[in-house]
């Protein structure tokens, strides 16, 4: 089985995803502004038993030996509460690439999603020792596409796949290991 890793970085923890987390995400993540640029295969409406059907479902997958690592982002000065989720499965072969995030509207825009997938790309490529991996976001997503310009992504295309704001095609990324060395942040 695949353990999702505690990380720390300066303002945030990300520990393993739980079930006493639905409550939060469920307040969260059951927002159009969080959910509209996502791919469909997200719920929406999203309905009322939307998070604990989500996290029940991913620890079952892990559970069943699937390498997916699922960690909640909370606040290091904060009161334990989940704002946001990031979900990397580094074998994932598919078009939404390997890894997906979101973060509750009121923490938009802090760099909060950066200092956490910097750790994330740590991960990533010192621990796994992964050569590379591919993200995806809507292209309207701007604060998406910032996330994964500042931390080592490389464009490389567009893929189909439909989003709730009507778009049919994502923009593709890549991440190597290569350059998240050479360029990341000092920690």
């Known amino acids: 089985m695949f353990a999702t890793p505690r ?7 990300l520990r393993p995803l739980a079930l006493s987390d639905a409550a939060a995400i469920q307040r ?6 969080v959910i509209k640029t996502l791919a469909t295969v997200v719920p ?13 479902r991913e620890l079952d997958k892990i559970a069943a030996g699937e390498e997916s690592y699922q ?35 009121p923490y938009w825009n802090q760099g909060l999603m950066t200092e956490a997938i910097a750790a ?9 020792d992964l050569d590379h991996f591919h993200v995806c976001n809507a292209p309207s997503n701007v604060g998406s596409r910032r996330v994964k310009q ?5 464009f490389v295309g567009f893929v189909e796949l439909p989003h709730h704001n ?5 923009e593709k990324w890549k ?9 990341r942040p000092a920690t």
């Not at 969260?28 to 502004?33: M, P, Q, S």
């Not at 994330?120 to 796994?128: E, G, R």
């Not at 500042?150 to 490389?154: I, R």
């Not at 009507?166 to 994502?170: K, N, P, Q, T």
């Open 7 to 13: 990380i720390e970085t300066r303002r945030l923890i």
């Open 28 to 33: 969260h993540f059951n927002n159009w502004n």
């Open 44 to 56: 929406w409406p999203y309905p009322d038993d939307g998070a604990e059907t989500f996290i029940k």
């Open 71 to 105: 960690w909640v982002l909370v606040l290091r000065a904060g009161d334990g509460e989940a704002i946001g989720n990031i979900n990397f499965r580094p074998r994932a072969d598919g078009r939404k690439g390997n890894r997906g995030f979101w973060l509750a509207e």
């Open 120 to 128: 994330v790309n740590d991960f990533a490529f010192l621990t796994l």
């Open 150 to 154: 500042k931390t080592g992504a490389e």
């Open 166 to 170: 009507g778009e049919s095609r994502a």
């Open 175 to 183: 991440v190597t290991r290569e350059t998240w060395l050479r360029d």
